[in-house]
């Protein structure tokens, strides 16, 4: 059974940084797509990043592309989502996410229903 923890939410400033954590355990290291999505308060959730395997190009939202950067390290089986040039719109519930990549040839999911596992999320504010 894969499971998810995210780490590394918190309170900061426009024009600020943070870095979130995702850490993956019961799943072989570098064999899911890991996927950022973020929920404001009466908002559906929303993709943010996504990153395969080792050697994939990620996939970023339009209003992310530029400010974050996803990366993952297999041998500690952990994703990383940096954040800079955070803004009041950024604000919401944090969610890791993770499918188990089932072929050589795949796309990156952009989708809520195509991912099997779930973190419990981490809140990020951004004050003005």
């Known amino acids: 059974q894969v499971q998810l923890r995210e780490s590394g939410g918190g309170l900061v400033q426009a024009g600020g940084s943070l870095r979130l954590t995702c850490a993956v355990s019961g799943g072989f290291p570098g064999s899911h797509m890991v996927a950022w999505f973020r929920q404001a308060p009466g908002m559906e959730r929303e993709f943010v990043t996504a990153?395969?395997?080792?050697?994939?190009?990620?996939r970023y939202s339009d209003s992310v592309k530029g400010r974050f950067a996803i990366s993952r390290n297999n041998a500690l089986d952990t994703v990383y989502l940096q954040m800079n040039a955070l803004k009041p719109e950024d604000t919401a519930n944090y969610y890791c996410?993770?499918?188990?990549?089932?072929?050589?040839?795949?796309?990156?999911?952009?989708?809520?229903?195509?991912?099997?596992?779930w973190g419990q999320g981490t809140q990020v504010t951004v004050s003005l």
């Open positions: 996410a993770a499918s188990p990549i089932r072929s050589v040839y795949y796309d990156l999911k952009t989708r809520p229903g195509d991912y099997e596992y």
């Open positions: 990153i395969g395997g080792s050697r994939s190009t990620p």
